[in-house]
């Protein structure tokens, strides 16, 4: 067996390995704040995306792990109670909670930045957000410009400003951070390169383009939504993007529950923000017709 052939044998043995332990998992409890959807809290078994990518969320919201002989980074985390999984996950992946180096996020709402705070305490981790994330991480998802203070999580503060396009780096893995703002007002979205089979593999974790009951018309605490979306749109399209991963996971197409066949609708950036533009156009003519 020549190298290459080692190698590939070795990830399928891990990952085959890694399914089993984590088999049959009971659903993580709900917040008693409030309720969401059974498939949020369901955990599965660790997905390898590439040579040193991993999906450790739940069924239904992402977590993304990045792991270099240098340090990790992890990407969103899923609600608040998900961070003894996470680092739980973590560790059967061999990231110990000091090879932690810094947590990202795609936009600070609870079910993507819930374990945040947790997470950050256990490992010294830090964070690195835009300013308009910092804010909404700081008050713990409370003045909420669309839902108010309905759904919060435990504050984290912000280590790291990000400004648009900035690199995070950890050893090889340089992640540039895009602001895409709509879903929130410091929604952003990640690239990196990896590898897999011995070729480069471009990674874009794009973040959420919907706008869920959201005013598109007059809307107070956001003047200029539907411009901001449509700029994010277009931003979307040109991201680099072999591999789509969105924090809801469904939402580009994949199905992380089976580990066979992790991502049976695979999803292009540009077809990804075609559809939003789509859906979001056609919620706008209709606020538009209901205000004649």
């Known amino acids: 067996m020549n190298a290459c052939a080692a190698r590939v044998a070795a990830v399928l043995s891990l990952s085959l390995s890694v399914a089993a332990v984590f088999a049959a998992e009971p659903v993580l409890p709900q917040t008693g704040a409030y309720e969401v959807r059974d498939a949020w809290r369901q955990p599965i078994a660790p997905v390898r995306i590439a040579d040193h990518t991993w999906y450790i969320g739940t069924e239904g919201l992402s977590a993304v792990l990045i792991d270099t002989p240098q340090g990790a980074v992890l990407i ?20 110990t909670p000091e090879r932690l180096r810094w947590i990202l996020l795609s936009h600070a709402h609870a079910d993507h930045a819930g374990p945040t705070a947790k997470v950050k305490r256990a490992t010294g981790a ?15 998802g409370t003045d909420d410009i669309h839902f108010g203070d309905d759904i919060t999580f435990p504050p984290a503060q912000v280590d790291r400003f990000l400004q648009d396009e900035e690199v995070v780096r950890v050893g090889d893995i340089a992640l540039t951070g895009h602001f895409t703002p709509g879903h929130t007002p410091g929604s952003t979205s990640w690239t990196w390169t990896d590898t897999r089979d011995g070729k480069p593999l471009r990674i874009a974790y794009v973040d959420s383009l919907s706008a869920p009951g959201y005013a598109l018309i007059d809307n107070a605490r956001f003047p200029r939504i539907v411009d901001t979306y449509r700029r994010t749109f277009d931003t979307v399209r040109a991201l680099p993007c072999d591999v ?4 809801h996971p469904d939402a580009s197409g994949w199905t992380p529950a089976d580990a066979a066949n992790p991502h049976p609708k695979a999803m292009t950036c540009r077809a990804y923000a075609d559809g939003a533009q789509a859906n979001f156009d056609a919620e706008l003519a209709k606020q538009r017709a209901a205000k004649k």
């Open 76 to 95: 969103d985390g899923g609600m608040p109670q998900a961070a003894d999984m996470l680092l739980a996950r973590m560790r059967t992946l061999g990231v």
């Open 126 to 140: 830090r964070i690195a957000a835009n300013a308009e994330s910092a804010a909404m991480l700081a008050r713990g």
């Open 244 to 247: 789509l991963l969105t924090p």
